[in-house]
């Protein structure tokens, strides 16, 4: 007999999510997405200074801070046709390769990992054949013996100690869990040193953008970063090495950890390339521009239908009609009024609160489409449309992780492995590596045309009388985002935010077709629907971030998750 | 740099952002001494982790809701602090409660901590904090001053710093 689950709300992810799936020997036959929050943020926007809404947009979500402001100043920089600095560029783009590389590396190792990796057996462990595992797999300088049998001691101190903190509420032992003792070990050591890893990625954020977590040089038209290569309080040949420094530091970890790893954990996990699909058709946009216009990209995007990377369209512009035409959201399935689509420059945001129904409106996420279609967005999405661009980069860190999962288990994957959980993960590393080397390029490309003796990194933005619209598209981690701007008399009219956890989390949509996270988790295993740790693993392969909106401290709420078994 | 002023919450939703408002106010009025870092933390989470890593002492600035009328003013120290982070549900991928668990894990963990917290009127959308609220402004600076003095650290005011806000 079928059974019903609850999880509400899904934990170590960004905000708040609710997933209701229907089990049946073992497999989920229907799922439900639902994000449990209202924003409406955007209408914080209307009446205010284009020039001021990057500032406020930062604020939307604490963990794509950036994001949020690139996206903003890239769409109200369309709607004035405005040409932005090189300088200006490279220096955005670097902002927004570091702010990849960090992003990926958390959700990996300190948000994701815990669904594969037994913490607790890792105490149990062989020290000395995890170091050797590890120094097999390549030369990370902290796979040696001393490193992984400090990290063990230090594991079982501080679970001996009976405080979990960070690992409380973990299914440790969970018959998914498939990891031996001594892959276990190894991840965690690497789950330790990750730690460490992002900072640097923050680093690199935090010298260029003046301050971390909210950066202070963007500007509509350039950044406000002024270059000097003599002065102390300007972009100087001093900060830049630092920032060279930090590049070259993250290098190391994710070519011999980071790729390293998914590459060992998806060989143990190789079942779960089975699992996870649903929507393939793949979104996401070219980003890294290489002139002042956005028509040349650094890295490719565009559109994949059925997983069939031959119907690949690239997305070409800031200015792209197909993107611009393809968008549209309904209204369907979430808690608002109206149900037909509606493009973002149409959107409206009435809120209509029914409760929770199975068959009519259960989900404060709305239902985008990209011509009519549901699409999966995302770093997965990214690297299939990269690949399908014969992007060289991203093929090459793509054979190699294939290649890892070959050397330890003697199969080949195919492409289409990648349509799945874990391939989801695969992906985020994938990228990752590509992002690394884009970062490189970047500051290259700054320092060459600093060199030419080019210090422009402002443009002055001129609002003109009468109404105007403009939209922003940019590769987050999460995938494609999109800010959608009216603009009148140079004041903003309207404002709407597309964003790829939208896309992922939609809930049914006009035709009543599953999203992205619904139809993945289809056919999904559950060993014991009282512990469902395998929906948990399909659910933060995607990395949800459900803009953040609470982040009140609550001492009267005690109950943590809610698993229901009905 | 032994003690962090850190103010955290969302400035979309009123008075949620109240410990960053405070934190800006601050900033607007008393000069820096050394020894002091005050960091508007926004909702982050996980980005905190190497500002509050090994500091003496730790003062967070945040809304609270104890079941206490809106504005009542708490001040929670010690042991109490990473308790009562822990009993919060959050919405945040990584919170603060997990934030200094990782502290924990790596040893890094602040020596002291003291939460100042304020209990919120209204998390409304919205830039502004509610009046109530915003009257409370210069009580929870008078109870971080208290608190800075206590560690032997006394800033100056700047001149017509008041006039600035």
Not at chain 1, 388 to 417: C, F, M, Q, S, W
Not at chain 1, 427 to 443: D, F, H, P
């Amino acid at each position: 007999m079928a059974k019903r689950i609850t999880i509400d709300p899904i934990t170590r992810i960004e905000g708040h999510l609710r997933i209701d799936c229907e089990v049946d020997n073992g497999k989920v036959t229907k799922a439900w997405s639902s994000g449990q929050m209202w924003r409406g943020i955007e209408k914080i926007l209307e009446g205010r200074d284009p020039r001021d809404a990057w500032e406020c947009t930062q604020r939307i979500c604490g963990v794509c801070t950036t994001v949020h402001a690139i996206a903003s100043v890239r769409a109200v920089e369309n709607a004035l046709n405005m040409e932005v600095p090189l300088n200006a560029q490279y220096i955005r783009n670097m902002i927004i390769a570091a702010h990849g590389i960090h992003d990926h590396i958390v959700h990996f190792y300190h948000l994701a990992a815990l669904d594969w990796v037994d913490i607790v057996s890792a105490t149990k462990a062989d020290a000395k054949k995890t170091a050797q595992l590890a120094e097999s797999l390549s030369d990370w300088h902290l796979n040696s013996y001393a490193n992984m049998k400090a990290v063990q001691d230090k594991l079982k101190s501080f679970i001996s100690s009976g405080q979990l903190g960070v690992f409380a509420n973990g299914y440790w032992g969970h018959p998914a869990m498939k990891l031996s003792p001594e892959v276990n070990l190894l991840a965690a050591a690497h789950y330790l040193q990750a730690f460490d890893v992002q900072r640097k990625a923050n680093q690199i954020v935090s010298t260029l953008g003046a301050k971390t977590p909210h950066v202070q040089n963007l500007a509509v038209g350039g950044v406000a970063n002024t270059i000097n290569m003599d002065s102390q309080s300007t972009l100087t040949l001093e900060r830049l090495m630092l920032v060279k420094t930090a590049i070259d530091e993250l290098e190391s970890f994710i070519k011999n950890a980071f790729l390293i790893d998914v590459g060992a954990i998806g060989s143990f996990y190789a079942d779960w390339t089975q699992y996870g699909s649903g929507i393939t058709n793949y979104l996401s946009a070219p980003d890294m521009p290489m002139d002042t216009k956005g028509t040349v990209f650094e890295m490719p995007g565009g559109y994949i239908k059925g997983g069939d990377l031959g119907t690949y369209k690239a997305i070409t512009s800031f200015n792209d009609e197909y993107f611009k035409q393809g968008v549209a959201e309904s209204s369907k399935h979430s808690w608002y009024e109206g149900s037909e689509p509606l493009h973002p420059f149409k959107g409206e945001t009435e809120p209509n609160y029914t409760d929770w129904q199975e068959e009519g409106k259960y989900s404060w996420v709305k239902s985008p489409t990209f011509h009519g279609e549901p699409a999966q967005v995302g770093p997965l999405a990214n690297v299939l449309c990269m690949a399908a661009a014969g992007h060289e980069p991203t093929t090459r860190y793509l054979n190699g992780v294939l290649g890892t999962v070959k050397a330890l288990i003697g199969v080949d994957l195919p492409l289409t492995a990648l349509h799945s959980t874990i391939g989801r993960h695969a992906a985020r590393a994938i990228r990752t590596g590509v992002l690394y080397e884009s970062l490189k390029n970047q500051w290259q490309a700054l320092v060459d045309n600093i060199g030419k003796g080019d210090v422009d990194t402002f443009n002055q933005p001129e609002f003109p009388k009468g109404e105007i619209q403009g939209f922003g598209f940019h590769e987050a981690p999460r995938g494609i985002l999109s800010h959608w701007v009216t603009i009148d008399n140079g004041r903003i009219k309207n404002y709407q935010c597309v964003v790829p956890s939208t896309w992922n989390a939609a809930p049914r949509n006009a035709d009543d077709v599953p999203g992205p996270y619904e139809a993945a988790l289809l056919g999904n295993p559950v060993a014991d629907p009282e512990k469902p740790l395998e929906v948990l693993r399909t659910v933060h392969s995607f990395d949800p971030c459900l803009a953040c909106a609470i982040h009140l401290h609550d001492d009267e709420q005690n109950e943590i998750i809610r698993v229901k078994a009905l | 740099m032994n003690t962090l002023l850190l103010g955290v919450g969302n400035i979309l939703l009123q008075d949620e952002g109240v410990g960053v408002r405070v934190v800006e106010e601050f900033q607007r009025r008393y000069l820096i001494p050394e020894g002091l870092d005050v960091l508007d933390g926004g909702t982050s989470g996980i980005d905190l982790l190497h500002h509050i890593a090994n500091r003496e002492h730790l003062i967070i600035v945040d809304a609270v809701k104890t079941g206490d009328p809106p504005g009542t003013v708490i001040r929670l120290g010690g042991d109490k602090v990473p308790a009562f982070f822990r009993q919060k549900i959050t919405p945040h991928q990584l919170g603060i409660s997990d934030v200094l668990a990782v502290a924990t894990l790596r040893d890094e963990h602040p020596k002291n901590i003291v939460l100042i917290g304020i209990v919120p009127l209204t998390m409304e959308t919205g830039l502004e904090l509610s009046t109530a609220i915003a009257a409370k402004l210069d009580t929870l600076i008078d109870r971080v001053l208290e608190e800075l003095e206590a560690r032997g650290l006394a800033p100056e005011p700047i001149a017509n710093g008041d006039a600035a806000a």
